[in-house]
């Protein structure tokens, strides 16, 4: 996942992926789709393992229970790629640009030359699909519970949840999927790999459909247009299966979708 970058690092190099791609799923960690003509790009370090036969062989070794099914889940069709050297795609090569959950974990310079590296491998007309946690959702729902505790102190047991939706975050120390590991592989993880912020699992800032809309007109993009996860001007969106879990559902709810065009 990309922390930081700047214009200066985003140096783009061509791949033999560029004149085949349908849809970037950039920053996509370990949620990923099978689908023909996706292209799944991350640094991510199941997606390293998974590209490496060597390290993809004992990686059994030392992953377990969940993480090691989301490891053998992962489909053939991913990019390993460090997001700070811009996107390694031909100018107007690619039909949509898609991440999710991905745009606050950056710095706000940042996001705006990775929206711009969008923009320019986008062939015209071509679609930006942009999930964001919605921080306007949060937020009302924060002060709705208040409201709910005035009214009933016995609420207030729940309180510190929805501060966390609004705040965790951008506090968080230790990676999630780390802290709930045992004592001993904790601390190995830790020391080895750093913390949440080393991680790239912290934000850099929030979004809300006002916000976000302006950025997106602001750097050229056109028609910004707020989405449900499963309503989309892309066709067939829902076959990729990237806004849904297995089940058909809402992958990550309380997110704000937006579409802009190039």
Not at 34 to 39: E, I, L, N, P, R
Not at 42 to 65: C, E, Q, V
Not at 126 to 135: T, Y
Not at 179 to 187: D, I, N, T, V
Request: hydrophobic share 35%; proline share 5%.
């Amino acid at each position: 996942m990309v922390v930081s970058a700047t214009t200066s690092s985003l140096r783009t190099t061509k791949t033999s992926f560029s004149r085949r791609i349908k849809i970037l799923n950039l920053g996509c960690g370990t949620k990923t789709s099978s689908s023909t003509g996706v292209v799944n790009v991350d640094f991510h370090m199941y997606l390293r393992l998974k590209k490496n036969s060597i390290l993809r062989a004992i990686t059994p070794w030392f992953l377990s229970g969940e993480r090691l099914e989301r490891f053998a889940s992962l489909p053939p069709n991913i990019l390993v790629h460090d997001l700070r050297k811009g996107l390694p795609f031909d100018t107007n090569s690619v039909d949509v640009v898609y991440h999710s959950h991905f745009l606050p974990h950056i710095d706000r310079n940042a996001a705006r030359e990775l929206l711009l590296e969008a923009k320019r491998v986008l062939r015209p007309n071509g679609i930006h699909r942009i999930v964001v946690p919605d921080f306007e959702r949060a937020c009302k729902n924060y002060i709705l519970h208040i409201a709910a505790c005035e009214t009933d102190p016995r609420n207030s047991v729940d309180h510190e949840g929805f501060i966390g939706a609004v705040i965790e975050l951008f506090v968080r120390r230790e990676a999630s999927g780390t802290s709930e590991q045992p004592a001993l592989r904790r601390c190995f993880e830790n020391l080895l790999l750093g913390d949440a912020d080393k991680r790239g699992e912290t934000y850099r800032w929030a979004y809300d459909r006002i916000s976000l809309s302006e950025l997106l007109i602001g750097l050229g993009f056109r028609n910004p247009k707020i989405h449900e996860y499963n309503t989309s001007q892309i066709p067939n969106w829902s076959i990729y299966g990237l806004d849904t879990d297995a089940s058909g559902n809402q992958y990550k709810p309380g997110s704000l979708y937006i579409e802009a065009q190039k």
